[in-house]
């Protein structure tokens, strides 16, 4: 019998399951954590749509946006404020929660405020940054580098499990084409789908022109809706996105990250297809 990937292993992620062919889960926040009021709000309004269309929701935020083309470049609220806003949302709103990770000394710090832990493209070959956040016990989601075949993945995924990570997704979020635009491979979902992870498809990232307005990474949202559908076409285990209330002023990624007043529209689309 043809099937389009591999089933997965399922991950847990704060009571969230995914992978197993289960439905597809939803990993959406803002770029950069910028304020307390700013993370509260995304989370919730995310989690209230999430809840309205039946899709089980991570949200995800960064404290520090450490991979910055400019010395310009704003970062983010730093790791101590930023994880304490993370854990809020966390404990008080109980929505499972995702960051980032630069790293090897933040993981034990972020561990008690976070479910999941995020290695970001630029980051994925560390050995000693994937060895650490796999070493805190916490699930791991691994974005392909924009400069890796899929297949590179598999190996990335079995450095991970040696050190001991408790599950392990795969993000594919884009791959350099020239030198300011991504492409988005299809045939990535089913390749990573190979290592029996749970497959994350980015769908924000991948619409990045990085470096072409002055020092900072421009893109174009438009695709954003096309490349989602794409994904949970080839049975993607979770979207990911990054959404904004006002993204005209982000600090990062103003170009693709989705509006938060636009987003219901959006969840409706691809669950009125994809449900």
């Known amino acids: 019998m043809f099937e389009l990937r591999k089933k997965s292993s399922i ?35 995310i989690s209230e749509l999430a809840s ?22 704003k970062r983010g609220i730093g790791i101590e404020e930023g994880l304490e806003i993370l854990g809020e949302i966390k404990d008080d709103l109980h929505i499972p929660t995702l960051t980032d990770i630069h790293d090897t000394y933040s993981p034990k710090k972020a561990v ?4 999941c832990l995020q ?14 956040a796999a070493r805190t016990g916490l699930p791991l989601n691994i974005k392909k580098g924009q400069f890796l075949a899929p297949q590179d993945m598999l190996h990335i995924a079995e450095k991970a499990r040696e050190s001991g990570a408790s599950g392990i ?13 991504l ?27 990085p470096g072409n307005t002055n ?23 979770a979207i990911y996105i990054e959404v904004h ?16 007043d636009e987003f219901g529209d959006f969840l409706e689309l691809l669950v009125n297809r994809y449900r």
């Open 112 to 115: 008690k405020y976070v479910d």
């Open 215 to 237: 020092g900072s990474t421009g893109g174009d949202r438009r695709f954003i809706p096309h490349i989602a559908l794409a994904a949970l076409a080839l049975e993607v285990d």
């Open 245 to 260: 209330p006002d993204p005209k002023n982000a600090i990062s990624d103003k170009d693709t990250q989705y509006p938060l």
């Open 169 to 181: 997704m795969l993000t594919e979020r884009g791959t350099t084409f020239g030198y300011r635009d």
């Open 183 to 209: 492409v988005v491979d299809m045939r990535s979902i089913p390749l990573m789908a190979e290592s029996g992870c749970p497959i994350v498809a980015d769908v924000s990232h991948c619409q990045q022109k």
């Open 11 to 45: 991950v847990e992620v704060g009571g969230v399951r995914l992978g197993g062919n289960e439905h597809w889960v939803l990993i959406a926040g803002p770029c950069a954590i910028e304020n307390r009021d700013m993370a509260l709000e995304t989370a919730g309004k």
């Open 52 to 73: 309205k269309y039946g899709i089980p929701y991570i949200f995800k935020g960064s404290y520090d946006k450490a991979n910055r083309l400019s010395v310009n470049s």
């Open 119 to 132: 290695i970001p493209a630029f980051l994925c070959r560390q050995t000693d940054i994937v060895a650490a």
